[in-house]
């Protein structure tokens, strides 16, 4: 006489269903950290926070893009080289930049790329958001 079980039950799952949601959430944060990373900020001149001037050198652009290094009027074609001689004496090498809105971006652009090529810091300056 066979005293043994008759039902045996299975103990493997099924993991098919896991593995598609693992893929799905996987998916999911791959497109949100790429489009987290290519973020685009506008509307620089006015913020609510308040900026603290760490640096000491300051540079500024007009509306007519006259440019200002401490106040003092430069040629644009000078920038470079004045702004390298000013950074030699500064042990933290970061730039304020203050642009006034109505100056075209392609000029905020060329002194940020001056400044990443010579591994400056550039802090960009805004004026507090009036509600």
Do not use: C, H
């Not at 693992?22 to 900026?51: C, E, M, R, Y």
């Not at 290094?69 to 004045?82: A, F, N, T």
């Amino acid at each position: 006489m066979d005293l043994g079980q008759r039902n045996k039950v299975s103990v493997t799952g099924n993991m098919s269903s896991m593995t598609d949601l693992v893929f799905l959430l996987l998916i999911f944060f791959v497109i949100l950290s790429t489009l987290a990373s290519k973020g685009v900020n506008v509307d620089l001149p006015q913020s609510k926070g308040v900026t603290s001037q760490a640096s000491k050198l300051t540079v500024s652009i007009t509306k007519d893009q006259v440019y200002l290094v401490d106040k003092g009027r430069v040629e644009k074609g000078d920038l470079e080289s004045i702004l390298k001689v000013r950074m030699d004496d500064m042990t933290e090498k970061t730039l304020y930049l203050e642009v006034d809105k109505d100056v075209p971006t392609g000029a905020t652009v060329e002194v940020i790329g001056m400044a990443k090529a010579n591994d400056w810091k550039v802090m960009l300056g805004s004026s507090p958001k009036k509600d």
